[in-house]
């Protein structure tokens, strides 16, 4: 037959999903003047990260701008359906998908929204970064630069619409 498989199981607790290998039908292979079989590695959990490390060494304003940004798109809904998760690079928003990602800078926030260009009716556009086809973190496809108050009404107005776009 020639086809691989393999049996996982997984187990989730509170705040962690693991994932684990159980058993494959794929050979070992030895290599030439080795005993050590060559075993694929599997990763068996994530690490924890949180808001507050994202935090740590920024200026008071990007601390000011989050607290205030947090405290507005948890707000967006009444029964608590949105999720902040805390990544290694990042802090993600979601419902049912991830709506934005924010990305920390000493003096600003980058807020990576899940809708193109074209989509976003609430912004300027020429305030808009069209991020698709260029790497950064997270997977927003056009981004817009928070760095001070004057704009964070602006910038709620975007991710009000990208919130309400992924339901």
């Given amino acids: 037959m020639g086809q691989s498989i393999e049996m996982w199981s997984y187990?989730?607790?509170?705040?962690?999903?693991?994932?684990?290998?159980?058993a494959s039908n794929q050979t070992q292979r030895k290599e030439k003047n080795s005993s050590v079989a060559k075993v694929p590695k599997v990763k068996t959990g994530y690490e924890m990260y949180s808001v507050d490390e994202h935090l740590e060494?920024?200026?008071?304003?990007?601390?000011e701008l989050f607290k205030e940004l947090q405290d507005k798109v948890?707000?967006?809904?009444?029964?608590?359906?949105i999720q902040e998760l805390a990544r290694k690079m990042y802090v993600a928003y979601r419902t049912n998908r991830n709506f934005v990602y924010v990305n920390f800078r000493s003096d600003r926030l980058f807020l990576d929204v899940s809708l193109t260009v074209e989509e976003i009716k609430s912004v300027d556009q020429s305030k808009i970064?069209?991020?698709r086809g260029i790497g950064h973190y997270g997977r927003g496809y056009s981004?817009?630069?928070l760095h001070d108050f004057d704009h964070f009404e602006e910038a709620m107005a975007?991710?009000?619409e990208s919130y309400l776009r992924t339901q």
């Fill in 158 to 160: 975007l991710l009000k």
């Fill in 143 to 145: 981004r817009y630069d």
């Fill in 129 to 131: 970064r069209d991020m």
């Fill in 74 to 81: 948890l707000a967006f809904d009444s029964e608590g359906l």
């Fill in 57 to 63: 060494g920024k200026d008071e304003i990007v601390k």
């Fill in 11 to 22: 187990s989730q607790y509170e705040n962690l999903f693991e994932l684990r290998l159980v």
